[in-house]
């Protein structure tokens, strides 16, 4: 298949650039499989889609999105991928002519020096002097297609409510609708996959069977293990759990507890050994992410779904409504 076959036009103005005031108001669109039927519902229903009775589970990752986006005293920017040591960064930084190695540079009172470049991929291997006020100078790295800079507000916003281990550059999106009272009564259960910068780059071979996915860590518990065993039905909130659960199922055979880095693409032909459904937001054209859930719902469907979307103004992307596909 080809990437420009995922493709579709969306008007800017249906883009969120900023949340809803209540995270549970999200509309959610319903996509029926099987009947090719389409839904209108308020993602505060999500409970008459889920059933512990019929066996059902929810499967999210409790990642937590980390500032990793900085900037020195020349207001150069510094994107930090992983925190090899406290001191010891692999960044992306822009632009990378200024940052040969021995390059020394100043964020707040911290000194970094480039001591590497790795060859494949141009990421700078940084040693500061002493640890990087985080707090004071570390942004999160909102997506491009928001068009501003990170508030103070997106530090609670643009985290899930049950995010727990830290390592995320975004937001696992899809988890942003949930608020205790909504998800507390739902069977569930969490995975843990760390987002990197790979979720925002651009798929740039026409033919998607030559596309290299960028790897992610993440981790299965035992007890998220046994609930998936034991469920009829699994429904990963996200792509991200997604991509992990049958990850997992692939190299294992079944969801065993486990944890390992994976660069799985889905896209339409994938057999999937675990996911029956799955509740996800709004992707960008011809994006993998689109990709993924034309996996599961079929090309026709999902692209019929986001041009009905787009006629009804849903709100598109991280901080836009939901589609839930059963």
Known sequence: MLTSDFDYHLPPELIAS???AERSASRMMVVHRKEGRIEHCMFRDVGQFISKE??????????RVVPARYFTDKGHEVLRLQMLTPTRWRCMVKPGKKFRVAHTFSIGEATGTVVEIMEDNGDRIIEFDRVVDESKHGHLALPHYMGREDQPADRERYQTVFARAEGSIAAPTAGLHFTPEVLDPLPHTFVTLHVGVGTFQPVKVENIAEHKMHSEVYEVSAATAQAVQQAKRVIPVGTTAMRTLETVARDHG???AT?????IFIHPGFEFKVAGGLLTNFHLPKSTLIMLVSALAGRELILEAYAEAIKEKYRFFSYGDCMMIV
């Open 54 to 63: 019929a066996g059902d589970l929810l499967v999210l990752n409790d990642t």
């Open 259 to 263: 944890q390992g880095s994976t660069d």
């Open 18 to 20: 900023e949340p809803l």
């Open 254 to 256: 079944k969801v065993i």
